[in-house]
Nanobody
């Protein structure tokens, strides 16, 4: 059974940095895309960042460009999300996601078929 496990969330102050990690367990075939989304209660899941395996391109949501960086981890299907200059509006449950098939919808939850349970990031002002 495939599992995506996030770690690294917590309570921080505005301006701080946090690094999230996502590790894939189970079958180790490559994922075409790995990404991060976030969600707050009552809102839709928001695209944060994606890394395309084929050419290592990265993409970011407008609200995090210039502050967040997605990168490969040490394992084949591991990714990190470095979050700098955090703001209170970054407070959310952050989800790791993976696509097991090629997808053009890397910016949308519908492009992914594997999800982690989420890790909470809370930024105080």
């Amino acid at each position: 059974q495939v599992q995506l496990v996030e770690s690294g969330g917590g309570l921080v102050q505005a301006g701080d940095s946090v690094r999230l990690s996502c590790v894939t367990s189970g079958p180790t075939f490559p994922r075409y895309v790995m990404g991060w989304f976030r969600q707050i209660p009552g809102k839709e899941r928001e695209f944060v960042a994606a890394l395309i395996r084929s050419d290592s391109r990265t993409h970011y949501g407008d609200s995090v460009k210039g502050r967040f960086t997605i990168s490969r981890g040490n394992g084949q299907n591991t990714i990190n999300l470095q979050m700098d200059n955090l703001k209170p509006e970054d407070t959310a449950l952050y989800y790791c996601a993976a696509a097991t098939k090629p997808t053009l919808y890397w910016h949308s939850p519908e492009g992914y078929d594997e999800w982690g349970q989420g890790t909470q990031v809370t930024v105080s002002s």
